[in-house]
């Protein structure tokens, strides 16, 4: 697991550095903001209610402490290198612990790096069990890997970038680990890095499942409608496909467009991820965290971007090969559904969790730790 050579190959230190001005500029629009009518009785069923969201602004406007956040993430040590014609922005923690191991970490959508600010620590120096050296980078077109260089960034020229990077940084083998489209990034470096990679893990959880499986060629059609498990799961890709998915679909169609508002209205890039949220959790997020996150959007201008990336995927034919590496799985808020949906093979490492669902490095940080753990600790 030792690093063949110094950092090298043109990655330069990185530290988070918003201007006052900006910070003024957002608070300033908060509070000039203009708020749409409401239809009264709806709550949640057509969006974000404005009375959460209101609250949520004001939060983010006069309580929200971004330099203490700023200051938590720059605690970690970051880079930025060009990989392709894209700037990379990451994290690079490294352990003090014998034997850590090399452990590329992934986020998804709609999140960050920030998403691992909990899970980071018990990683690189956990009181007992595997210890890591973590590399987080921030996804092509989200956070301070921006601008986006250009088109073409699906999954598959990410994971070649990941590869990339881990070769420039020293590392002959490593893990990879993600969830959302940090799972499909991960399982794409497995297979095509998979002289190096010594193991894949990702996280889901049954409502991703079903919502991948209206997208992802091949996931459902193994499904039988007269099978109660997979009536189950076809009922909820119809749920997805009428309620759950319009966020996608202008991302994937016309992410140009919904860019404007997204780059311009804090009040639309607010809401764009808290209703996200407020969806896909069912453990408390910390607040200060889930606003840290939405922070970084805004400051970057990431939410296009992200949405370009987005548009990539859904018009790409990659999804990716089953990789002959060793493979985990950690399921929250688990069910019989995910098992029939996820072609894993037979000796796969499944962990079931009972709670948790989309972002469990901020809702279970300490249970993802300990899975991450118990997987690639006896790999080689």
């Known amino acids: 697991?030792?690093?063949?050579?110094?950092?090298?190959?043109?990655?330069?230190?990185?530290?988070i550095e918003i201007p006052q001005a900006d910070v003024d500029y957002l608070h300033d629009r908060l509070a000039d903001a203009r708020w749409p009518g409401e239809?009264?009785?709806?709550?949640?069923?057509?969006?974000?209610?404005?009375?959460?969201?209101?609250?949520?602004?004001?939060?983010?406007?006069?309580?929200y402490d971004w330099r203490a956040q700023e200051a938590q993430l720059n605690q970690h040590p970051q880079f930025i290198t060009e990989i392709d014609g894209q700037r990379i922005h990451f994290l690079h923690v490294t352990s003090d612990k014998p034997g850590a191991k090399p452990l590329l970490i992934t986020h998804g959508f709609p999140s960050s790096v920030a998403e691992f600010l909990h899970l980071i620590e018990p990683l690189v120096n956990p009181a007992a069990g595997q210890a890591f050296h973590v590399v987080a980078p921030s996804l092509p077109g989200y956070a301070f890997s921006t601008p986006l260089g250009g088109?073409?960034?699906?999954?598959?020229?990410?994971?070649?970038?990941?590869?990339?990077?881990?070769r420039r940084l020293g590392y002959e083998r490593y893990g990879v680990h993600g969830g959302d489209v940090g799972a499909g990034v991960s399982g794409m470096v497995a297979d095509l890095d998979g002289e190096h990679v010594i193991g894949a893990h990702v996280v889901t959880d049954p409502l991703t499942a079903a919502s991948v499986a209206t997208f992802i060629p091949g996931m459902a059609d193994r499904l039988d409608e007269n099978d109660p498990v997979d009536k189950l799961i076809l009922s909820r890709m119809d749920a997805f496909t009428k309620e759950g998915s319009g966020y996608l679909a202008i991302q994937n169609s016309r992410p140009q467009t919904i860019g404007y508002g997204l780059v311009d209205s804090p009040l639309l890039q607010l809401a764009w991820i808290a209703e996200k949220f407020h969806e896909w959790t069912d453990l408390p997020v910390d607040r200060d965290q889930l606003l840290t996150t939405v922070s970084l959007y805004w400051f970057t201008g990431s939410g296009a971007t992200a949405a370009h990336t987005l548009y990539e995927q859904a018009h790409s034919s990659d999804w990716g090969a089953p990789s002959a590496v060793p493979q985990g799985f950690a399921v929250f808020g688990a069910d019989d559904t995910v098992r029939k949906l996820v072609p894993a093979p037979a000796n796969a490492h499944w962990t079931e969790f009972q709670r948790g669902k989309h972002f469990p490095a901020m809702e279970a940080p300490a249970q993802l730790a300990a899975d991450l753990q118990a997987f690639f600790g006896p790999l080689k």
Do not use: H, N
């Open 1 to 15: 697991m030792t690093r063949r050579s110094a950092i090298s190959d043109g990655i330069q230190p990185f530290r």
């Open 39 to 63: 239809v009264p009785g709806v709550e949640w069923t057509r969006g974000v209610p404005p009375a959460y969201l209101k609250e949520l602004a004001e939060c983010w406007r006069t309580q």
């Open 151 to 166: 088109t073409g960034w699906a999954m598959g020229r990410t994971a070649r970038a990941w590869a990339e990077l881990m």
